[in-house]
């Protein structure tokens, strides 16, 4: 199987070398456990691979990202320029979004091979604004009677059923080709393990990301609890948020 590396130092060799590609890959944690520098570093060593990549936000504004990635010396806003990298907003003002088909676009467009998401909690709160495309195409006639079809003839589904929407939003993510990290909420003590609770099943693989205050220190923890067609080395690691990125391995500054 081919892997994507992530750039992460210390990751891929505990995944045989890398995620496995055109997997969706789940990163859970709670706030300041570094999702989303996890998902930025990702995409920056893609672009050091000549792998185009998008950042899918609805949780974190353009700006916030660009000035969230100088701090660990990623010039993202000149990845735009080049055509490498395209960071996706999407609007949570408007009446509903045909969200799959904008994400379609931008990866033919800059022919990306890697896509963070971020995060499925903000998309399921906004639920009732999303369309997602089905497996079922009508002919141009039955389009126009229906009204509730894609420029493809795909059947749009827009409904109140958050798990499945959910369910329905990775099954297409996995069609588009790239390998993609989809970053979502953590619970703690209910029974499951995301937000959401389908996620997790979903998804190829599961990451979870821990941290805990002690004194004046930070013991951040990451767990692989599951990555589909790999030999893990399993059990819970710690990891540091240095000035060069997220780190499993004593690097120096």
Same mark, same amino acid.
């Not at 000549?50 to 000035?67: C, F, H, M, P």
């Not at 800059?110 to 906004?126: G, P, Q």
């Given at each position: 199987?081919?892997?994507?590396?992530?750039?992460?130092?210390?990751?891929?060799?505990?995944?045989?070398?890398?995620?496995?590609?055109?997997?969706?890959?789940?990163?859970?944690?709670?706030?300041?456990?570094?999702?989303?520098?996890?998902?930025?570093?990702?995409?920056?060593?893609?672009?050091?691979?000549?792998?185009?990549?998008?950042?899918?936000?609805?949780?974190?504004?353009?700006?916030?990202?660009?000035?969230?990635?100088?701090?660990?010396?990623? @010039?993202?806003?000149?990845?735009?320029?080049?055509?490498? %990298? $395209? +960071? &996706?907003?999407?609007?949570?003002?408007?009446?509903? !979004? =045909?969200?799959?088909?904008?994400?379609?676009?931008?990866?033919?467009?800059?022919?990306?091979?890697?896509?963070?998401?971020?995060?499925?909690?903000?998309?399921?709160?906004?639920?009732?604004?999303?369309?997602?495309?089905?497996?079922?195409?009508?002919?141009?006639?039955?389009?126009?009677?229906?009204?509730?079809?894609?420029?493809?003839?795909?059947?749009?589904?827009?409904?109140?059923?958050?798990?499945?929407?959910?369910?329905?939003?990775?099954?297409?993510?996995?069609?588009?080709?790239?390998?993609?990290?989809?970053?979502?909420?953590?619970?703690?003590?209910?029974?499951?393990?995301?937000? @959401?609770?389908?996620?997790?099943?979903?998804?190829?693989? %599961? $990451? +979870? &990301?821990?941290?805990?205050?002690?004194?004046?220190? !930070? =013991?951040?923890?990451?767990?692989?609890?599951?990555?589909?067609?790999?030999?893990?080395?399993?059990?819970?690691?710690?990891?540091?948020?240095?000035?060069?990125?997220?780190?499993?391995?004593?690097?120096?500054?």
């Amino acid at each position: 199987m081919d892997r994507v590396k992530t750039g992460i130092p210390g990751f891929d060799e505990l995944v045989e070398g890398g995620l496995p590609a055109s997997f969706n890959i789940l990163i859970t944690g709670a706030p300041g456990t570094g999702k989303t520098i996890f998902g930025l570093q990702y995409l920056v060593q893609g672009v050091k691979n000549g792998e185009n990549g998008i950042y899918v936000s609805l949780d974190t504004t353009r700006k916030q990202l660009l000035a969230q990635g100088s701090e660990f010396g990623w @010039d993202l806003e000149a990845m735009e320029k080049d055509g490498k %990298l $395209i +960071i &996706l907003e999407i609007p949570l003002d408007l009446p509903e !979004v =045909n969200i799959f088909s904008l994400v379609e676009e931008t990866v033919e467009k800059i022919k990306a091979k890697r896509l963070v998401f971020d995060s499925l909690i903000n998309f399921a709160i906004n639920v009732d604004q999303f369309k997602i495309p089905l497996n079922y195409r009508v002919n141009s006639n039955m389009a126009a009677a229906m009204g509730n079809v894609d420029s493809q003839g795909r059947v749009l589904y827009q409904g109140k059923s958050r798990e499945r929407i959910t369910y329905l939003l990775i099954n297409e993510l996995s069609k588009l080709g790239t390998t993609n990290l989809v970053i979502t909420a953590g619970v703690e003590g209910e029974g499951q393990i995301t937000v @959401d609770g389908v996620s997790e099943y979903a998804c190829d693989g %599961l $990451i +979870i &990301l821990k941290s805990l205050a002690i004194g004046d220190s !930070v =013991n951040r923890t990451i767990e692989i609890k599951k990555m589909r067609l790999t030999k893990i080395d399993g059990g819970i690691k710690s990891y540091d948020i240095t000035s060069k990125g997220i780190s499993l391995s004593k690097v120096e500054n």
